[in-house]
């Protein structure tokens, strides 16, 4: 092994590696244009081990996607639509209720909310969002706004979003999800999405929340115009923040799905380089204490193949995704606890159903 390592040109990374060391922006490099996949994911299955040995996480939850209605419609999303586009639609405050209503009898530890950046629903929406599911369902953890809503929410309101977080936080907020971040780089956000946060203020954000005490993950949207120094250097940002505030729970890479966008003449990813993504995510963030393998996105096979290749979570039981399904995801919109289980362990990985704070339940 130590000779194929060398001969990989790998071998400095893996001293690193054995001696927990950070990898820096020329390791990223190396990794992302290696052709060594194998010993790539070895490499990650080292810091998987060192961190999380043998366990692959899970969660019992449902997602709902309260409105598509969007006034920054990125050029990779098929998800956001225009007010009063045929495909557009909003929830109101009790037809969210009833979907919570409808699982009441599921064991679901966590429901995750996002949607698009609405134009008109007030600040009041999404308080009273969170506190009628909280009176539905008193004992679900709420994870939900991305850092975009975020600040969406906070200018809807003209407040600031460390107050706006505690509105929210006070009206049932758990956790946020890590979504929005796509890539930092200003060349891609002025490409794709020119309308949405900058990355250094989805950073702040995120950082903001921290400070007060509510977690969030981290997202990276890959597969599309970015190149391998710019994933490098999205990491390396989040590895920054995760020094300074120590609030990230979880890193998810999140394969793009060109069908129904402006996009839509790109291939989609494949399982190689879903994987290495996974890997190097697993290296450079040493900082992270999870990485998931969003099967969504990334198919239950490829998942399972992930948890050798750094991942330690697959997400969860998930129930009636849309965002990545109107991009053309062919995955199941739900999978079964058993089903999930089976997953992991045909993996050779021990299933163990987490809280979304990644308490063992």
Not at 86 to 107: F, G, S
Request: hydrophobic share 40%; proline share 4%; aromatic share 8%.
């Amino acid at each position: 092994m130590e000779t194929a390592i060398k001969d990989a040109g790998l071998w400095e990374i893996y001293r690193k590696v054995q001696e927990d060391i950070p990898l820096n922006r020329e390791d990223g490099l190396r990794l992302y244009t290696s052709k060594d996949i194998p010993l790539i994911g070895f490499l990650a299955n080292m810091v998987r081990e060192r961190l999380n040995g043998n366990q692959a996480y899970y969660v019992y939850n449902q997602h709902i996607n309260y409105s598509n209605v969007c006034m920054n419609l990125c050029k990779f999303c098929a998800f956001g639509k225009e007010k009063g586009h045929p495909q557009a639609y909003e929830m109101d405050i009790n037809e969210v209720v009833e979907k919570i209503r409808e699982r009441k009898d599921e064991p679901v530890k966590e429901v995750h909310i996002v949607g698009g950046i609405h134009p008109d629903l007030p600040y009041e929406y999404y308080v009273e969002m969170l506190r009628a599911i909280k009176k539905e369902r008193p004992e679900i953890h709420i994870q939900a706004f991305t850092c975009v809503e975020i600040a969406h929410i906070a200018a809807k309101g003209g407040k600031t979003v460390a107050d706006t977080l505690k509105d929210l936080r006070d009206a049932g907020l758990g956790s946020i999800p890590g979504g929005g971040a796509e890539v930092f780089s200003h060349r891609i956000r002025e490409r794709l999405c020119p309308e949405k946060l900058s990355g250094r203020e989805w950073l702040e954000v995120a950082k903001t929340a921290h400070r007060i005490g509510i977690k969030t993950n981290a997202t990276m949207l890959y597969g599309h115009i970015e190149s391998p120094e710019e994933k490098v250097e999205h990491l390396l940002a989040l590895r920054d923040a995760q020094e300074e505030t120590g609030g990230f729970m979880c890193f998810i890479p999140l394969a793009f799905h060109p069908k129904n966008t402006a996009l839509d003449d790109l291939a989609p990813t494949g399982g190689i380089e879903d994987l290495r993504n996974i890997a190097v995510a697993r290296l450079i963030l040493y900082n992270f204490p999870h990485i998931k393998a969003y099967w969504v996105m990334l198919g239950p096979k490829v998942a399972q193949i992930a948890l050798s290749f750094g991942a330690d979570d697959l997400d969860g039981t998930v129930m009636e995704e849309k965002i990545t399904h109107m991009a053309g995801g062919e995955t199941a919109q739900a999978i079964s606890r058993s089903e999930i289980e089976h997953l992991i362990r045909q993996a050779g990985r021990e299933p163990v159903e987490r809280d979304t704070l990644y308490n063992t339940v």
